[in-house]
């Protein structure tokens, strides 16, 4: 996000072009939010080549010179989104448009806590305590958080393979992956979501594999839907 604190505009320029050009090569993608302090910022440099590793793409500050914020935020594609708690970022205005953002586009939202109390509506899910870390320990906890953004992520990519605007044959392929290869645990968390697609837009091979997916599930609000 933006804030105070950031690189003169210029040398953002580049940085943030090769972003877009990775994202649009359909990379999946995580957008990082936070406002910049030593800890959150020492993070943030060193999150892109672990996330790298699992072929996940970090968006963060994709603005340039005569970028309106908010409209930006609308529109930068990302698969998933990280947000660094800080009591600074919990009160940043910019923080909570990406939030809110995020929440519209039903992708996963991961919380890595460095001080304060993490926002009532980020505490329902678990979240990851950094305050206070080590290096080793900081070490260990960006490698657990790339590989919780990559299945996350792709998961949410395959998900919105359902929509009407997909092909049917990447529909179908879709829904099929759902329902065989993918834990019950995470499609109960997004069960809502898969069970939106279930339309007549989808061929009835995709409708069955989405209702399998579903059923997987097994939650009490899976039976229900």
Known sequence: MPN??????????????????????????????HKCGRDTHAFARRLPPVLASCDVDLVRDPFEPGHEILTRIQTVPFDSFVFLSTPEGVNSAACRAELEEAQARFVPILTVRFKGAVPDELRQRLYMDCEGKSSDELRHCLVELACVIRSRAALHRTIETLSPSTHPDEAENAARELARAVDASLLAESVDRIGSFYQPSLSPNARFWVALAVGKAGTPRAKHL
């Not at 105070?4 to 957008?31: D, F, H, I």
């Open 4 to 33: 105070e604190e950031r690189s003169e505009p210029g040398s953002q320029t580049a940085p943030a072009k090769q972003q877009m050009a990775n994202v649009q090569n359909n990379s999946l993608s995580c957008l990082l939010s």
